[in-house]
């Protein structure tokens, strides 16, 4: 509730500021194919709060900036909207985004279970591999 006391106070280049800030969270979000409720619980925030961010009606917390870059793999100068590479550089790294496919989203789950888990399923990939002869 005290987020919404905050937006009261935003001026004019702010609120445009968290609205284009918004705009690209939810760009990124939709480009790994993540619903506002998936992105909402891994950010530990209610999905009605993340919608809020989004629109910019709320300010999103500086602190969470890390964790939503990681989470939809920008960096910080592009979730701020920076151009962080100058023209014709693009041949150096891909800036094509795509939606996460379920093998990656299935991955990252996998990286954030318990070792005794990971080694589990890993055994389980090399042993279907090992039988398709890969």
């Known amino acids: 509730m005290a987020t ?5 106070t935003m001026n004019t280049q702010d609120e445009q500021f968290f609205k284009a800030l918004g705009a690209r969270i939810a760009q990124a979000r939709k480009d790994h194919g ?4 998936q992105l909402a619980e891994q950010l530990g925030v209610a999905q009605q709060t993340l ?4 629109v910019g009606r709320a300010r999103l917390p500086v602190s969470m900036l890390p964790v ?10 592009e979730l701020m ?3 962080t590479q100058p ?3 693009g041949a150096r790294r891909s800036t094509k985004r795509g939606p996460v496919s379920r093998l990656q989203q299935q991955i990252e789950a996998v990286a954030k279970l318990p ?3 990971q080694q589990f399923v890993s055994q389980m990939l ?3 591999l090992a039988q398709a002869g890969h």
């Open 68 to 77: 939503l870059g990681r989470l939809l793999m920008l960096s910080l100068d």
């Open 4 to 8: 919404f006391v905050l937006t009261a």
């Open 126 to 128: 090399e042993t279907v």
């Open 87 to 89: 023209a014709g550089a």
């Open 51 to 54: 919608a809020h961010y989004e």
């Open 115 to 117: 070792k005794t888990q």
């Open 81 to 83: 909207g920076q151009n």
């Open 34 to 37: 993540m619903t506002q409720q």
